[in-house]
């Protein structure tokens, strides 16, 4: 869709994509995109990342869908930190069971920053290059444009594969209102030379609640800061 014509009410559903060139920025790419589903797909054998859910992207599903053997990330939902008209902002997104397995290069699973609102659940992710889930971006150390995400009851495994410093999930800056909890991590690859962990509170990590999430069979620990800022530590 365009900013002043989005997409409503689409579903795309019990479809196979496989087998794609390398190039652009996923294979299957919505913009400007509200209220619509993404069920039951098979993704496989791709050249880019699965699904992409960028600017303007408002209460949409995506949900039971397989996804395996991708040269880039399983699902991306990405706004711009700074949009340049309310219509850019990309909220109220919903990414609940589905299945990520092999990442085949140095990206991640599951990945949303520069949102609002964005519900990650109940999704089971292994083979990863890098990091299983993460929620939030870089930039956001004072004024935000994330905020308020919940991430519940994910399956998260054999992840960092190809890649040193990180985690299975991983949470970064402001993010007021940001809730991960209830999410299973284990078996993270062990890194080579800087550790990788359960859970990492990335670059200045400052308003999430992180409660009640299970870490087995972890070669080197549970969790870990880069310059952030743990309250109520218990």
Same mark, same amino acid.
Not at 8 to 23: H, I, M, Q, V
């Given at each position: @869709?365009?900013?002043? /014509?989005?997409?409503? &009410? #689409?579903? #795309?559903? =019990? #479809? /196979?994509?496989? &087998?794609?060139?390398? =190039? @652009?920025? =996923?294979?299957?790419?919505f913009r400007y995109a509200k209220n619509c589903e993404l069920l039951r797909n098979n993704i496989e054998n791709v050249s880019q990342t699965a699904i992409r859910f960028s600017l303007g992207c408002y209460h949409n599903l995506i949900s039971r869908n397989i996804i395996n053997d991708v040269i880039g990330s399983g699902i991306y939902v990405f706004g711009n930190p700074k949009p340049e008209n309310w219509n850019d902002l990309v909220s109220d997104n919903m990414i609940s069971y589905n299945k990520i397995t092999n990442t085949l290069t140095a990206a991640t699973g599951i990945s949303t920053a520069n949102a609002i609102r964005t519900t990650v659940s109940h999704n089971y992710i292994a083979n990863t290059g890098s990091y299983g889930i993460t929620l939030g971006s870089w930039p956001n150390i004072e004024e935000t444009s994330d905020g308020s995400h919940l991430a519940e009851y994910n399956h998260v495994s054999f992840t960092n594969m190809r890649r040193d410093d990180e985690g299975g999930i991983a949470v970064y800056d402001l993010s007021l209102g940001s809730v991960v909890r209830n999410n299973l991590i284990h078996d993270v690859h062990p890194a080579a030379t800087n550790e990788n962990v359960g859970f990492f509170f990335q670059n200045m990590s400052l308003g999430w609640k992180v409660t009640d999430n299970i870490f087995y069979n972890l070669k080197q620990g549970e969790l870990k800061y880069c310059a952030a800022y743990p309250v109520n530590n218990v």
């Open positions: @869709g365009t900013r002043e /014509k989005p997409v409503r &009410n #689409l579903r #795309l559903y =019990g #479809l /196979k994509f496989e &087998n794609t060139s390398a =190039g @652009g920025e =996923g294979t299957v790419v």
